[in-house]
């Protein structure tokens, strides 16, 4: 935490002078304050001097009287070294495996912490008011994951320092706020059922085909569907859909006798995202299955 105050007048010439007087002069009745802050017979390019006479808040008057050439530029910034920077190379990352934004930035030296905001757009142009989501953070990074897919965000990243005055601690923010938008969706496919298994099993009616299978472990496995073809590496038609939280395997009492089927069990995630398609072996009896049946 920062206790002290302290201000910096940074004065930058564009030309170097010869005999210049530089001073302040702070118009003060009470106290009549007159400082010669710097002079010289020639003047560097940049110069920097504490002002700390001058702490109180006062009209700050700077002049540079010139004896030979003018000076074609004189500026002044007053520093607070208190305020810390802002914060740099802010972005907001889509992760693509939904309901999450990842943020990084990079913290400048002089700040003790930064602050996270977000707005969220809830018509054509229109955002809401900034919340706060995160604060007092000391890495360069956030992930927010309280967040909607298909929805657009705006974040703020700013620094921050603390001062204790008379035992009071306050917070002082920087006055560059970096900003930035994403809309996070999910477009990440799900793993696909492991060792799927087609045999043929006893049942009252008779022999039938058992499918089964390993669910995949995404947290956000919607379903699967089983789809059947007749011929090899066609996906087929919809056979069934079996919810994720149900038991892996399926009974196909459909199927006709002496008919080779090719089953495809694929996984979906919440977001409709489906798995790479695992196309198994066809069903046993056929020891030419990959040649055309007479």
Do not use: C
């Amino acid at each position: 935490m920062m206790k002290n105050k302290k201000e910096t007048i940074l004065l930058t010439l564009t030309a170097v002078l010869a005999g210049v007087l530089l001073y302040t002069q702070a118009f003060d009745i009470s106290k009549q304050l007159l400082g010669v802050a710097y002079s010289a017979d020639f003047v560097p390019m940049n110069i920097t001097f504490p002002a700390d006479v001058l702490h109180q808040k006062q009209l700050y008057h700077f002049s540079a009287p010139y004896l030979r050439p003018q000076p074609t530029q004189t500026s002044a910034l007053l520093l607070d070294e208190n305020i810390p920077p802002p914060v740099e190379n802010f972005t907001a990352e889509n992760t693509h495996i939904g309901q999450e934004v990842a943020l990084f930035w990079q913290k400048p030296e002089g700040a003790l912490a930064v602050n996270i905001y977000r707005q969220h757009l809830e018509s054509a142009d229109n955002f809401s008011a900034p919340e706060l989501i995160a604060q007092k953070i000391t890495d360069n990074y956030f992930l927010d994951t309280t967040v909607k897919d298909g929805e657009t965000y705006r974040y703020q990243a700013t620094a921050i320092n603390e001062l204790t005055i008379n035992s009071e601690t306050k917070t002082v923010s920087a006055k560059t706020v970096p900003t930035a938008e994403v809309i996070p969706i999910d477009d990440v496919p799900p793993l696909p059922p492991a060792n799927v298994i087609v045999s043929t099993v006893d049942d009252p009616a008779g022999k039938q085909i058992q499918i089964s299978w390993e669910m995949p472990t995404d947290q956000d496995l919607d379903f699967v569907i089983i789809y059947r073809s007749e011929k090899f590496g066609q996906q087929g038609e919809t056979l069934t859909k079996i919810s994720a939280k149900a038991e892996a395997k399926y009974l196909d009492k459909t199927a006709l006798p002496n008919v080779t089927y090719y089953y495809t069990v694929v996984s979906y995630d919440q977001a409709g995202n489906a798995s790479t398609l695992d196309m198994s072996l066809p069903t046993p009896g056929n020891p030419e299955p990959f040649l055309p049946q007479d």
